[in-house]
């Protein structure tokens, strides 16, 4: 499982103590998480939130995601501003998705049969949402397959 620095967002090396772009110590916990605990590489940005925990919260609307790109300790960490972009990107996509859904459904005959596609493509953005805050809690970059090359791209500049 891959760790960032706390302070720059850069990949750190396995067993690497320092971030070998900035230098920041980048030690685990003595001892491990407690079972349902943090991991440990989740680090403590400035306010005391948790970088994973700064993560899953930018899934929660698009709102914490654009609050977490304008301040300041949060959009100079790599980790925060990938789920921030995913989840802005994510929202976009699955709006455009939604109103072609809409198009569609006031075709005649076509209209009929949106009706089993809604509850489908809306049980499938819930179980998407559920994951993308899982993962990010967990501390991973998990990128949906175009959305999140575009958002590691975003997070990376």
């Not at 030690?27 to 491990?32: C, E, I, T, Y």
């Not at 980790?79 to 075709?107: D, E, G, K």
């Amino acid at each position: 499982m891959a760790r960032f620095c706390s302070s720059c967002g850069a990949a750190l090396p396995d067993g690497a103590n320092n971030c070998p772009q900035c230098g920041t110590s980048a030690r685990p916990a003595a001892s491990g998480p407690a079972p349902g605990a943090a991991p440990a590489y989740a680090s403590s940005s400035a306010g005391g939130l948790a970088d994973n925990v700064a993560g899953l919260l930018a899934y929660v609307t698009i709102i914490p995601a654009i609050i977490f790109l304008v301040i300041e300790p949060f959009n100079r960490n790599r980790f925060v501003r990938f789920h921030s972009f995913q989840c802005i990107f994510t929202a976009i996509a699955w709006w455009v998705l939604w109103i072609i859904l809409h198009v569609i459904a006031t075709i005649p005959f076509f209209g009929w049969l949106t009706i089993f596609v809604w509850p489908l493509v809306g049980l499938g953005g819930l179980v998407l949402w559920i994951i993308l805050m899982m993962k990010a809690y967990q501390g991973q970059m998990f990128k949906l397959p175009v959305i999140g090359d575009i958002a590691e791209k975003q997070a990376g500049a």
